[in-house]
């Protein structure tokens, strides 16, 4: 029997309004889901039980006399502790932050508050958002894998299902390569659609706020409560048309899908290029066109990123780190020290390569509709590895090969889209990152929606870790058994 901490958000939505499941029963089953599993998983900084039953209770009263503030009405979710909320304790999972309570509330709480969504807490990162890993929190896959970053917290929770949906912050991936590890919907909308105004900076040209969920039309319906216009951030621009909340039966005829002949299939594990290349194939089958594309300046893909984050990060905590280093974990204090002695001409250099290939990608969007990549090179990683090793003797930090196939669309503020597209042979999840123009949220949920409800049609085995929790851990082989897997 299903429980109620198992529902999709969109579920959820359904039996909350034809009064077939209450606010308080949802509420308490995704809290008592977190107090089982929140030992082994290490998912929350902080959970806000009481402050939650009590919304819970007032939603079911406003349920019960007919007062209904849209899909997310009585619907409990989890805020990455970057973001803040009036009241609770925001530390970015950094000593530096370990005391500092927030005055207000940042402008996507403000917003799922007025939508009725209930918080039931908020969830580990890495630290003030620097990194691809969340070290302090188990994949509920396997718990000597990572759950990946910065937003491994908010990832576990949904996946485990101690939050219905939660938001997360993306400078690089770090909404999309915990979506693919834990088997989640993860999107990171156009730079400027969801507003910043109370999230911790990491990079304020790189930064952008999206949901973690458990499906994309969940993944909808949060972008519809949390997209809008806000004076408070410079970056933020009108949104885009609401997105296509129906049932996702439609085909895909007319659009054109964009498959790279290189980049995004080089160095990637052959498990997850072959998982990707069934689920293009799979698009293709419902109507779409494929369309052979070859990614632009991708040489400079990895430096334009670093040239921009590095001095960023270092500028943003400038005041912490000239005050207090001791509090910074030493890998996060040694990378800000670094972006210090970035010069204002490299610098400006990164910003003239970032022109460059935003201006091409413009121009490969007038030729497809959307492009289909891996999500992350691999399925998630044992804690303990720090590089990828590839059998053409190719070696990459682990960093920079976890957001290797994610940055460009921070580069480039267009949106990006992960959904699972099936498991490795260990189980492990695979993602499939649809890339989309530049303001098509609409369009990229649309296919993401379509896809999702052919594969949930053909796979009835569909596995989710809410049934497979901390499963028995196996060996991992080396990434790729020959470079370029699936190329």
């Known amino acids: 029997m299903t429980q109620p901490y198992e529902l999709t958000a969109?579920?959820?939505a359904r039996a909350i309004a034809a009064k077939e499941l209450s606010p308080v029963e949802l509420t308490e089953s995704v809290l008592q889901r977190a107090a089982d599993t929140e030992d082994a998983l290490n998912a929350f900084v902080t959970r806000t039980a009481e402050a939650a039953r009590a919304r819970a209770a007032q939603a079911e009263r406003d349920v019960m006399a007919g007062r209904s503030l849209g899909p997310l009405h009585g619907v409990p979710f989890a805020l990455?502790?970057?973001?803040?909320?009036?009241?609770?304790l925001t530390t970015a999972s950094s000593s530096v932050w370990a005391e500092r309570v927030a005055a207000e509330d940042s402008a996507v709480m403000d917003r799922l508050t007025a939508a009725g969504a209930i918080l039931v807490g908020k969830t580990e990162m890495h630290e003030f958002a620097y990194g691809l890993v969340t070290p302090q929190t188990a994949n509920p896959w396997a718990r000597d894998r990572i759950a990946g970053g910065s937003s491994g917290g908010s990832a576990a929770a949904v996946?485990?299902?101690?939050?219905t949906f939660a938001l997360g912050t993306d400078t690089a991936g770090s909404i999309r390569v915990p979506a693919s590890f834990n088997g989640l919907v993860g999107l990171k909308p156009t730079y400027g659609v969801v507003s910043r105004f109370g999230v911790a900076p990491l990079s304020w040209s790189m930064d952008h706020v999206g949901p973690l969920t458990r499906s994309v039309?969940?993944?909808a319906l949060v972008l519809h409560a949390i997209a809008g216009r806000d004076p408070r951030d410079p970056a933020s621009v009108v949104s885009p048309h609401p997105p296509r909340l129906g049932k996702g039966a439609e085909d895909l005829r007319g659009v054109r899908v964009g498959v790279p002949a290189n980049y995004f299939f080089d160095h990637v594990e052959t498990h997850v290029a072959d998982a990707v290349r069934r689920a293009t194939a799979r698009l293709v089958d419902l109507g779409a066109t494929a369309?052979?594309?070859?990614?632009?300046?991708?040489p400079y893909v990895i430096p334009t990123l670093w040239g921009h984050v590095a001095p960023e990060a270092a500028a943003a905590h400038d005041d912490h780190l000239r005050r207090h280093p001791e509090l910074f974990g030493d890998g996060l204090r040694t990378l800000l020290e670094a972006g210090r002695m970035i010069t204002a001409d490299a610098y400006l250099r990164a910003q003239r390569s970032r022109s460059l290939i935003r201006e091409a990608w413009r121009e490969l969007f007038t030729t497809i509709d959307v492009l289909a990549t891996p999500t992350v090179a691999c399925t998630a990683p044992p804690r303990s590895r720090t590089v990828m090793r590839w059998n053409d003797g190719h070696t990459e930090d682990i960093t920079d090969g976890l957001l290797r196939l994610t940055s460009p669309?921070?580069?480039?503020?267009?949106?990006?889209?992960?959904l699972p597209v099936g498991e490795d042979h260990h189980g492990l999840p695979v993602g499939m990152q649809l890339i989309g123009d530049h303001l098509a949220e609409p369009d990229l949920l649309h296919i993401g929606q379509v896809y999702e409800a052919a594969r949930a049609d053909a796979d009835t085995r569909r596995r989710t870790p809410l049934l497979r929790v901390?499963?028995?851990?196996?060996?991992?082989?080396?990434?790729?058994?020959?470079?370029g897997a699936g190329a």
């Open 217 to 219: 039309q969940d993944a």
């Open 10 to 12: 969109a579920a959820a």
């Open 409 to 418: 669309a921070n580069i480039t503020g267009l949106p990006a889209l992960s």
């Open 159 to 163: 996946a485990v299902g101690s939050a």
């Open 80 to 88: 990455k502790d970057n973001i803040d909320a009036s009241g609770i």
């Open 291 to 298: 369309v052979d594309v070859t990614m632009p300046l991708t």
């Open 470 to 483: 901390f499963s028995e851990t196996h060996p991992h082989e080396p990434y790729a058994q020959v470079a």
